[in-house]
């Protein structure tokens, strides 16, 4: 089992940056999909960004495009979040997702193809 833990969230004034940081256990973390999501008050969960398998490309929400970067650590089993230009739109709580299956196709941005979730970490943007 794949153990995803979150961190580095908090309260951030608009305009103002935050990083989101997140370990996931597992010796073959070079080839998981790793994405991160985020679920706003009221609203479904939704992909922000993501790796996709075997350490391929990386995907972007439109509404982050040139905001958000997402970067990964293979040594240290990490992946981060950049998050710059925050705007109040962006709180929420942020998740992080790791699947470690041999699929190698599919959309990193859909919930659904993720077996392992964190716990969540808060962002708040104040404007």
């Known amino acids: 089992r794949v153990q995803v833990e979150e961190s580095g969230g908090g309260l951030v004034q608009a305009g103002g940056s935050l990083r989101l940081s997140c370990t996931a256990s597992g010796s073959t973390f070079d080839y998981y999909a790793l994405g991160w999501f985020r679920q706003g008050p009221g609203k479904e969960r939704e992909g922000v960004a993501c790796f996709s398998w075997n350490g391929g490309n990386t995907f972007y929400a439109d509404s982050v495009k040139g905001r958000f970067t997402i970067s990964r650590d293979n040594a240290k089993n990490t992946v981060y979040l950049q998050m710059n230009s925050l705007n109040p739109e962006d709180t929420a709580m942020y998740y992080c997702?790791?699947?470690?299956?041999?699929?190698?196709?599919?959309?990193?941005?859909?919930?659904?193809?993720?077996?392992?979730w964190g716990q969540g970490t808060q962002v708040t943007v104040s404007s």
């Open positions: 997702a790791a699947d470690d299956s041999d699929y190698s196709g599919g959309d990193c941005l859909s919930t659904t193809e993720y077996n392992y």
